[in-house]
């Protein structure tokens, strides 16, 4: 009897540990499962901020580029048109214009640019820079009443490299955009295993949690028929 006795405190010793084994391993998958969860949220919300700051800096080039276009415009109507004042309200325009691209490319160089598209960038600039001087001389000669050497300037120097820089502006752009589109597929395989690698822990934390019922079920039917027989 006393070793049917003993027999039962070790079987009951075993089982115990084997349930607190199982339901401390089940806490321990649950705790890497919300762990890594919130790791997961985390890195994918500073991904999304990285992500639209590089698209907010791809329509800062833009609103450059249509700057730069637009004040190439309003000097070219600034020379065509012989109303004094029209000719006032282009100049304002023109002048705005600058003051946009100028906050655009501030805040484009603030965000930072990536070694290629500085390169881009150094190209456009030493263009832009050029094309303002060439503009302002167009405006001087305007206000000298030099309208035909004013249009011609336009015609042969302002136009065509204001297409130079529109051309470098665009490739600028395009190459933005597609780091975006690169890093949001990126972002998509690594969001998938994540989500794979989660699913994975959730199967494992749920088989063992199973084998641990089905271990105290077992456990407990013994132990109840044990009782049932010594009450008989």
Not at 170 to 186: D, G, I, N, P, T
């Amino acid at each position: 009897m006393r070793q049917e006795k003993q027999v039962g405190r070790e079987g009951g010793r075993g089982s115990r540990s084997i349930i607190t084994v199982g339901f401390g391993a089940m806490l321990v998958l649950l705790l890497a499962l919300g762990l890594g969860w919130l790791t997961t949220v985390r890195q994918a919300t500073e991904k999304l901020n990285q992500l639209v700051g590089q698209y907010e800096n791809a329509m800062r080039v833009v609103a450059m580029r249509d700057a730069a276009q637009g004040r190439m415009l309003a000097l070219s109507r600034m020379a065509m048109t012989q109303d004094p004042f029209r000719r006032d309200e282009e100049y304002l325009e023109f002048t705005s214009l600058a003051s946009k691209f100028i906050a655009a490319r501030d805040g484009m160089l603030a965000a930072g640019l990536r070694p290629e598209e500085q390169a881009i960038w150094f190209e456009a600039r030493d263009l832009v820079r050029l094309n303002s001087d060439a503009q302002s001389e167009v405006v001087d000669l305007l206000l000298k009443g030099e309208q035909e050497f004013a249009l011609n300037r336009i015609a042969n120097e302002v136009t065509l490299r204001q297409k130079a820089i529109h051309a470098e502006l665009q490739k600028q752009q395009a190459l933005m955009q597609e780091h975006v589109r690169s890093e949001l597929e990126q972002a998509g395989k690594e969001g998938r295993l994540d989500e794979r690698a989660a699913i994975s822990l959730g199967i494992v934390t749920l088989i063992l949690g199973v084998a641990v019922m089905w271990f105290v079920l077992v456990r407990s039917s013994s132990a109840e028929r044990a009782l049932i027989q010594a009450r008989e």
